[in-house]
């Protein structure tokens, strides 16, 4: 979800879009989604249905045959999907997945699709029948188009070369101000090694010159072709996997793999399902998406008011469900509509929905298994603009007790243009060297916490130890980081959760006992690489280096005196890989 400029309404306030006015997102289309009746047990065929438990189902076929619509199985074949018992996977919280092989997408007719709707709902073999508003991300798009430079491209001979926009990147900082991806990227796996994410939603810049080293490329669907997507996508890429080089940005996991997956043409539901099965457990699925809900009775709105997750939709709310049973983290962003999801608007089952839906927002009932992530304000200052005190949820923020963590909603330095426009930070003509300083929303946010998770899948990884299922993932993101703080109107009980700190989820997940050695060699680094880290004094103490970031000159002086008298006596402690004690001795 995107949102970018501060309205005049001060901090934290206001909705999404240019000046605030917003903007329409192109080729967002409904879903007219079927459950079938399990008894019926259908089957869909080149040519309408049939059902294998023997039932008439003639009604439904003369009705799909006269309305050239075509009923296709949303999650694929359903005697595969039965043969492979998927019902009775279990996801981490010990609840049954849906059965999926219930699910089928309506294709043809989307300009009557609410008509329809109620047709099919009555026809035998059929339990019920609605329709899901078009999927966007959170900044929705203006008729004014940028030209269209391209999907690639090689930057021209001579052009300048890109700075070096990570000292912009306050989100890679020490807590509480970033996540501490720094600290990560010192220790074995920090960087994401061995994870792999797909994010979910419309379009990339896939030759983009700040991801080339482990950008995977389209795994699912057919990009959207427009300009305001491909920076939305672009940019969501860049914040969790940018190359780690000395121009441009870093990402917060820059050796994670990443992947896209377009929802066109499959629908949200299916493509979610589809990144599953190319993930294995402690995977992570992003999904960059939310739609209009129930506030404004499911209307389209330049404002974003209104918008909630996807986990809503009965078939998105299976989809991440399978996702979880098989061990792959699905984190999605909450939405931009300003809304309480404690609210009693979304307990209220919509009468198309089938009778086993229960509201996936209120925590009493059994959750998608997905980590939701709000907004909230950067640090005061950043970028020299002010939302509102450190952490505190932003204006457009969805809020609620489902919500599990935030990140930075406003300011975020990241690869790609300025919602349908060129780099704000640098732009230009070539698409594929564009980047923003205001990458924004629920958007901005959601892309942070999966690289803060990749990081410590990483590092999981490393030290071969089990990776964090979906539950504990988000039971750490709850229980670990920095909290969220009030604000003016917006008190830290409109719940968005903590924003990840990686080095206090590391003592959740790898508590370690302090050893003690003394110091074999040193090294002394005093410009480190990447150079955003900070200068380390290096000791190599029971068979491993231990690091010492930014010494002070008295304590390099005494290290680099007592090894040059040829008998050293350099006492360390160490937890990991960290120098927590040191004393020279001689």
Not at 178 to 193: F, I, K, M, T, Y
Request: glycine letters at 12%; aromatic letters at 8%.
């Amino acid at each position: 979800m995107t949102d970018q400029v501060e309205p005049a309404g001060g901090p934290g306030a206001g909705g999404p879009g240019p000046d605030g006015a917003g903007f329409t997102y192109r080729a967002s289309e409904q879903e007219l989604i079927v459950v079938a009746r399990p008894e019926a047990r259908l089957r869909a065929q080149a040519e309408g249905v049939r059902s294998a438990a023997g039932s008439d189902v003639s009604a439904l076929n003369m009705f799909l045959g006269d309305e050239q619509l075509t009923l296709e199985p949303l999650f694929g074949n359903e005697e595969r999907l039965r043969s492979a018992d998927r019902r009775h996977i279990e996801s981490d919280d010990g609840n049954d997945v849906p059965d999926l092989a219930l699910f089928y997408r309506v294709r043809g007719g989307e300009s009557r699709a609410q008509e329809l709707r109620s047709r099919m709902a009555a026809l035998p073999g059929i339990d019920t029948a609605y329709v899901k508003p078009g999927a966007v991300p959170a900044a929705i798009g203006s008729t004014d188009r940028a030209p269209d430079v391209g999907e690639s491209g090689r930057r021209k001979e001579g052009a300048p070369v890109t700075p070096d926009f990570t000292g912009r990147q306050g989100y890679l900082r020490p807590a509480p101000e970033g996540v501490d991806a720094q600290w990560a990227w010192q220790r074995l796996g920090g960087s994401g090694e061995g994870v792999t994410v797909i994010d979910i939603e419309g379009a990339w810049q896939l030759g983009h010159e700040d991801l080339t080293g482990k950008l995977a490329g389209v795994v699912v669907g057919t990009p959207v072709q427009d300009v305001a997507w491909r920076n939305h996508g672009t940019a969501v890429i860049g914040v969790i996997g940018g190359d780690r080089t000395y121009v441009g940005i870093t990402g917060i996991a820059p050796e994670a793999m990443t992947a896209a997956a377009s929802f066109q043409p499959l629908g949200t539901a299916a493509t979610i399902h589809a990144a599953a099965e190319r993930l294995g457990p402690g995977d992570i699925v992003l999904i960059e998406l939310h739609r209009p809900g129930p506030r404004f009775d499911f209307e389209p709105r330049d404002d974003q008011r209104g918008y909630i997750a996807l986990e809503w939709w009965p078939d998105d709310y299976a989809a991440i469900r399978y996702a979880s049973a098989k061990g792959v983290v699905v984190v999605a962003a909450a939405g931009n509509g300003a809304e309480s999801l404690d609210d009693a608007v979304y307990e209220r089952r919509p009468d198309e929905f089938p009778e086993w839906w229960r509201n996936p927002f209120n925590p009493s009932n059994r959750p998608s298994g997905a980590v939701l992530v709000g907004a909230g304000a950067p640090p005061p200052g950043t970028h020299g603009r002010d939302h509102g005190p450190d952490r505190s949820r932003l204006g457009f923020s969805n809020y609620g007790a489902r919500v599990d963590a935030q990140g930075w909603g406003r300011e975020t330095t990241t690869t790609g243009g300025s919602w349908n426009q060129p780099g704000d930070l640098q732009g230009g003509t070539e698409e594929i060297a564009w980047y923003t300083d205001t990458f924004s929303g629920t958007s901005s946010a959601s892309p942070v916490v999966v690289g803060a998770l990749a990081c410590l899948q990483g590092m999981l990884k490393a030290a071969g130890q089990q990776l964090m299922t979906p539950a504990r993932a988000r039971a750490v993101l709850r229980s670990t980081g920095s909290p969220q703080q009030d604000a003016p109107g917006r008190p830290a009980s409109q719940r968005i959760g903590n924003r990840p700190d990686i080095k206090a989820a590391v003592t959740n997940l790898l508590p370690s006992a302090v050893g003690s050695g003394r110091a074999e060699r040193y090294w002394d680094e005093l410009l480190p690489y990447p150079p955003e880290l900070p200068p380390r004094l290096r000791l190599f103490v029971a068979g491993e280096w231990r690091n010492l970031n930014d010494p002070s000159p008295d304590i390099r002086q005494a290290v680099h005196a007592a090894f040059a008298g040829g008998h050293p006596d350099v006492r360390v402690w160490f937890s990991d890989d960290e120098v927590v004690g040191l004393v020279v001795a001689g």
